[in-house]
């Protein structure tokens, strides 16, 4: 058994960094220098999944790099059953992101799992049908106006109740 060079959680917080920063980028497109006849409402709709994946090369003529597994098909789903404009993850992975464990309880720092600092803010968007899955909990990822994540250091995280 290899070891993970990256916990599901810091996975999780580059892929979603990432999505906020295409949303941003789609967002900020001077659309003016295309001459369009009018300004087109891009917004992604994004669906994140942390998990295991499988991953290969196929093809011998033309060949591809392609992912396969339920962590990519989950993240199919939260994408096509998400808002224009949101990053839609599953229960798993929003608790990964907010340093909570699998029943939403605040987790201690060990050396096999750090928690990520600053974490990342999600809101709960409710229980959904998913195919191939059933009722899925899922969430969303807190974006401030401009599309950079809500993010609170570990530190910090319950201050504002002290």
Not at 21 to 30: C, G, I, P, T
Not at 64 to 82: C, E, F, Q, S
Not at 109 to 114: K, L
Request: aromatic residues 8%; proline residues 3%.
């Amino acid at each position: 058994n290899e070891e993970e060079a990256f916990t599901k959680g810091q996975n999780a917080r580059t892929m979603t960094k990432f999505a906020a920063a295409m949303m941003r980028s789609l967002q900020e497109m001077d659309y003016e220098k295309f001459e369009l006849k009018s300004v087109p409402d891009f917004k992604l709709r994004i669906g994140i999944c942390a998990g295991k994946v499988i991953a290969g090369v196929v093809g011998a003529q033309k060949p591809l790099y392609d992912i396969w597994g339920d962590t990519v098909n989950i993240a199919a789903r939260m994408d096509y059953t998400g808002d224009k404009g949101k990053i839609h993850i599953p229960k798993a992975t929003a608790h990964e992101l907010m340093n909570l464990d699998n029943e939403g309880n605040e987790i201690e720092e060990t050396g096999e799992h750090p928690l990520l600092d600053p974490w990342i803010n999600c809101n709960y968007r409710g229980d959904i049908k998913v195919k191939g899955k059933g009722i899925m909990t899922t969430y969303y990822v807190d974006l401030t106006e401009d599309n950079y994540l809500v993010e609170n250091n570990v530190d910090r995280k319950y201050s504002d109740t002290d």
